[in-house]
């Protein structure tokens, strides 16, 4: 292809589309709904003009280019963190607003603690304050209008899913919300649509990693988990893999061997539990060095970290192989204080909205700022259009305000005898003050201690111990899917290469929404990238991600993200400059809510871990977010909101 201008050139780099729409095929400017549009600087709020989500036009979803933490949603957190904010600043303007309870944070744990509010005390006033430009949290959709069909996909949050089952409290806001996941997903989901075309899973192979560009469809281990050794031969001579490496894998994928004799379930359980997937492989299967390469990234989408940074015991869990012949028995371990993710009580029921859980971050707001969102049910809301100006309006009993974000937040007078809270926040580039009757904390934990700078030493220790887990997951809409339809897959694994999978759009029909049927047509494509550093504790990796993520500019995004493409669809004649429309980035450097890791992790009392050290009461200030349950999961946020808010409604 080249190299520098002209190979951006073949990947289509000169394209414009990061400010645009696509309508019946042409290519329009989006104008008042670009980035600009949003940005709400000082002028504007000292003109006295309406902050730009009251404005006609303003459509967050519609975003492209760098969204999720997108540019001017954390900039004063950082100064914050580094210690620079204060410096020069004045007292904050008060805005003379008086609520019952101010919540930091319109993620689903927010909008959440403002439904268990009112359902306690229905005439409560709320203000919720989010960084961001869109609530919901990482909750977040995309939304495409291509050849004048509507496109969704989730910027964030997958669907709903637990390794375990819902608590009462998580089920029945979810029923309150009209979601039966089961019925749905019996309802909604259509798999056919893609077994009809033969389309499987695959992997692909990049040639920096083993040796060549080879895409392989059908793969066993995705699309039969039961697959017989005369499969998994078959499938294994089409790889670029040494006859030494594919013979090991077939060894660890099929044989029935118990590596570990002579221990009972539990006794393997525990030893499983203290060693890596890798070094189980390596070190029990005995397994020759070049399978690694091949597993390495298996659960990157998963856990956001690979096989090196995972225990064995929760490898086994999430379905990798190599443990058939161990004879291990369904839950943990006696004795063990943590639950291995992905098998506890055999996990939860399903469901996957087109946008991901951003539908029901649009149900809690629609039931919390009806006007905003037309509409009655969980079918209707994928397509219901957000009015964004009805959100913040001050007859609302509870009002969601955006681009918002929260500096300090303390108690009024001493935190065992508060009055109340109050707390400051940047909004088009000033400082406000709002009041009120207490506050929920329902961001994540690592910026808790700087906003609240009185808390005990002890707590900001814990609150700053728990990582999050960076993640991008970049939407992609293409001219038409007929590359995946030559080829003969719908998802595939990249163990090496820049993104770890590649897929197109789960099909869902739900109410007005319908999945694509047909090649010709367009269609969105999903890719995830966990950015880690293999070889170091699951935390260390998670900044040295993070970082990563912050550094990176939208255009090496979408350079990789183009290069992919083209590597992996290139021989079925996809062109990435023809046939790219767009490219939405949802980069999170804070994403996935830490969990118990056995390998890193000391196994402790429940009242010695750090989430539970971090949530604790401040006054008249409580915490509420995925990370004080230590999961990353919808269930969790909502169940620490209960949480949270039965500590307020006690006091």
Request: charged content about 25%.
């Amino acid at each position: 292809m080249g190299g520098g201008r002209e190979r951006d050139k073949a990947l289509g780099m000169d394209r414009p589309i990061d400010r645009r729409d696509f309508l019946n095929g042409v290519a329009v400017a989006v104008g008042a709904l670009g980035t600009g549009a949003l940005a709400g600087g000082p002028a504007l709020a000292q003109a006295g003009i309406a902050w730009p989500q009251d404005q006609l036009g303003y459509y967050p979803p519609n975003l492209t280019g760098l969204r999720g933490s997108h540019p001017g949603s954390f900039e004063p957190a950082h100064a914050l963190r580094d210690g620079a904010f204060w410096q020069g600043q004045g007292a904050p303007q008060d805005t003379t607003e008086r609520y019952d309870l101010v919540i930091v944070g319109g993620g689903i744990s927010g909008l959440s603690a403002a439904w268990f509010y009112r359902q306690a005390r229905p005439s409560a006033r709320i203000l919720i304050l989010d960084n961001h430009d869109d609530f919901g949290g990482h909750a977040k959709r995309n939304e495409y209008r291509l050849d004048g069909k509507l496109h969704l996909m989730n910027g964030g949050t997958l669907e709903i899913d637990s390794p375990r089952p819902y608590s009462p409290v998580a089920d029945g806001l979810l029923k309150s919300l009209g979601v039966e996941p089961e019925a749905l997903a019996k309802a909604c989901d259509r798999p056919q649509v893609y077994e009809s075309l033969g389309l499987k899973r695959a992997i692909f192979f990049d040639k920096e990693t083993f040796g060549e560009d080879r895409l392989v469809a059908g793969d066993p281990s995705e699309d039969d988990e039961s697959a017989s050794a005369e499969t998994w031969r078959a499938f294994l001579a089409r790889c670029p893999l040494s006859p030494t490496a594919q013979s090991e894998i077939l060894r660890i994928e099929t044989a029935e061997t118990d590596y570990l004799p002579g221990l009972s379930s539990d006794e393997k359980k525990a030893r499983l539990s203290r060693l890596s997937y890798r070094d189980f492989l390596l070190a029990i299967v005995k397994a020759d060095p070049s399978v690694i390469p091949f597993y390495q990234a298996r659960t990157n989408d998963e856990q956001g970290v690979g096989i090196d940074a995972l225990s064995a015991l929760d490898c086994w869990a999430f379905g990798l192989a190599g443990f058939q012949g161990l004879g291990l028995k369904p839950g943990s371990a006696p004795h063990m204080g943590f639950t291995p993710a992905g098998y506890a009580d055999g996990g939860s029921y399903k469901f996957h909205f087109p946008d991901g859980n951003a539908s029901i971050a649009r149900l809690l707001a629609r039931k919390l700022v009806p006007a905003a969102l037309p509409g009655q049910d969980a079918q209707d809301i994928v397509t219901a259009r957000c009015d964004y100006a009805q959100l913040d309006k001050p007859d609302n009993p509870v009002r969601i305000r955006l681009s918002s974000i929260v500096v300090r937040a303390r108690n009024v007078g001493e935190p065992a005898t508060s009055t109340g809270v109050e707390l400051a926040y940047v909004r088009g580039g000033k400082l406000y003050s709002v009041r009120a009757g207490a506050c929920v904390m329902a961001s994540w934990n690592m910026m808790i201690p700087y906003i609240c700078p009185e808390l005990p030493e002890t707590q900001k220790a814990a609150l700053h111990e728990l990582v999050k887990t960076p993640l991008i997951y970049t939407t992609v809409a293409l001219r038409n899917w007929t590359a995946f339809h030559k080829l003969g897959f719908r998802r595939a694994y990249a163990p090496g290469a820049y993104y770890c999978s590649v897929g197109l759009n789960a099909a869902v029909d739900i109410g007005a929404y319908k999945a694509e049927r047909s090649p010709e047509r367009p269609i969105l494509v999903h890719l995830t990238r966990t950015p880690c550093v293999p070889g170091l504790p699951e935390m260390d990796q998670n900044r040295a991600g993070r970082a990563e993520i912050l550094g990176t500019s939208f255009e090496t995004f979408e350079r990789n993200t183009r290069d992919q493409l083209a590597r992996v669809l290139r021989p079925a004649g996809f062109d990435p400059a023809r046939d790219i429309l767009g490219i939405t980035v949802n980069r999170w450097p804070h994403g996935y809510a830490p969990e118990f890791n056995p390998l890193f992790d000391e196994d402790l009392p429940t009242e010695r871990q750090p989430n539970v050290i971090g949530r604790a009461r401040f006054g008249r200030i409580v915490i509420a977010n995925s990370d004080s349950g230590r999961g990353a999961y919808t269930d969790i946020a909502i169940d620490q909101a209960h949480r949270a808010v039965g500590e307020l409604l006690a006091l």
